[in-house]
């Protein structure tokens, strides 16, 4: 199911179709049940402000602010994230500041800080919280984890060493993690191949105190068997490029290039 913005050409009321001219000048026949008023779009930073809402107008509303290169969009309390492929200096961590403030939804553009935020402050409260990041392959899921990971241990770290320390070493799980677990796919070259549970646990003050990862639904045929132009886990490449030429030789370890299925 997709939707494109058109303008109705003609209007075949006996037939029950109608054509549709896209904004590329494309013409389409449609059938009229299908063909939804489009409404006035707003600018509107959280989609339930909207007087109409649409699955259309959704879309058209998330794909206008993402050519904007505005990737986060609120619907209530979730936010809705586009993977834009590239860094954005708009949402990197000089922001974290701001979101740690406290302020008001609207004065601050939709961020996944703002959801680590209010998660982190009903902690505080003694509410122990849940955030659940979901989507398709290629989504940004592991980045957005990272985000929000980033964001729990800069509030919570900054008046303790050892919780600095603490908080580094749960970003420093990631990189291992990714290692093992994530791998070039078709649609992204750093695709988790696994899924994880992720708990943090904080002290009374609301610093970090520890934290567990639980790993699950790992995708074991990728060792032995990988779709055309895919590839198998990163941590087997890393152990070739590593490796000395002694141990290559050691323990028969052949270029990517030389083999068709690593190991």
Do not use: W
């Amino acid at each position: 199911m997709g939707y494109v913005v058109g303008t109705i050409v003609g209007d075949g009321k006996k037939t029950g179709f109608v054509k549709i001219r896209t904004a590329t000048g494309k013409e389409l026949e449609i059938q009229r049940k299908d063909a939804e008023p489009l409404y006035d779009i707003q600018p509107v930073d959280d989609l339930i402000k909207l007087d109409t809402i649409t699955e259309a107008i959704i879309l058209e509303i998330i794909k206008q602010r993402y050519l904007k290169d505005i990737i986060y969009t609120y619907i209530g309390p979730i936010v809705i994230s586009v993977n834009p492929f590239c860094a954005l200096p708009q949402y990197d961590e000089s922001t974290i500041p701001l979101y740690a403030k406290g302020l008001p939804r609207d004065s601050l553009p939709p961020h996944l800080y703002s959801i680590a935020h209010d998660a982190y402050k009903a902690m505080e409260s003694g509410q122990s919280q849940s955030i659940v990041i979901s989507g398709e392959s290629g989504a940004g899921k592991t980045e957005a984890t990272k985000i929000i990971l980033k964001y729990l241990c800069e509030v919570s770290g900054k008046d303790s060493t050892a919780t600095t320390n603490l908080a580094k070493a749960v970003l420093a799980t990631n990189p291992i993690l990714e290692a093992f677990g994530n791998a070039k796919t078709l649609r992204n070259n750093n695709s988790s191949r696994f899924g994880k549970f992720i708990r943090i646990l904080f002290d009374r003050h609301g610093s970090i105190s520890g934290a567990t990862i639980n790993n699950y639904l790992l995708e074991n045929t990728r060792i032995i068997f990988q779709a055309p132009e895919e590839r198998n886990y990163h941590i087997f490449y890393q152990l070739i490029k590593g490796a000395s030429e002694a141990q290559k030789k050691e323990f028969s370890l052949l270029e990517p290039k030389d083999v068709c299925d690593l190991f």
